[in-house]
């Protein structure tokens, strides 16, 4: 099992920029992912972006690329999404998720073995 712990998130005005990170402990992330789905209210939880552990791979999901960027630090086991450019629509609460990395090009929230607690991102126009 992979503890993830979340940090930052919080309220900009549009065009404004963020950054998450999320902490991992526990056991070895070789052979895993680690990345970020989203939830607006009353919508499903939806797909972000990942990094691969082995190897640094990333994929985003197409409303955010160009716009998010997900960074991590081996030593601290941490993995950043910094965000730029955010629109109103980028308001969601953002889960740190984890799981083992099977080629898949973009994730389900089946493919997460873990989650974070979560954090809240709103942006207003």
Do not use: H
């Amino acid at each position: 099992q992979v503890q993830l712990v979340e940090s930052g998130g919080g309220s900009v005005q549009a065009g404004g920029s963020l950054r998450l990170s999320c902490a991992a402990s526990g056991r070895t992330l070789r052979n895993y992912f680690m990345g970020w789905f989203r939830q607006a209210p009353g919508k499903e939880r939806e797909f972000v972006t990942y990094i691969t552990w082995n190897g640094g791979y990333t994929n985003y999901a197409e409303s955010v690329k160009g716009r998010f960027t997900i960074s991590r630090d081996d030593a601290k086991k941490t993995v950043y999404l910094q965000m730029n450019s955010l629109k109103p629509e980028d308001t969601a609460v953002y889960y740190c998720a984890a799981g083992r990395y099977r080629g898949s090009s973009v994730l389900r929230t089946g493919d997460v073995e873990d989650w974070g607690q979560g954090t809240q991102v709103t942006v207003s126009s």
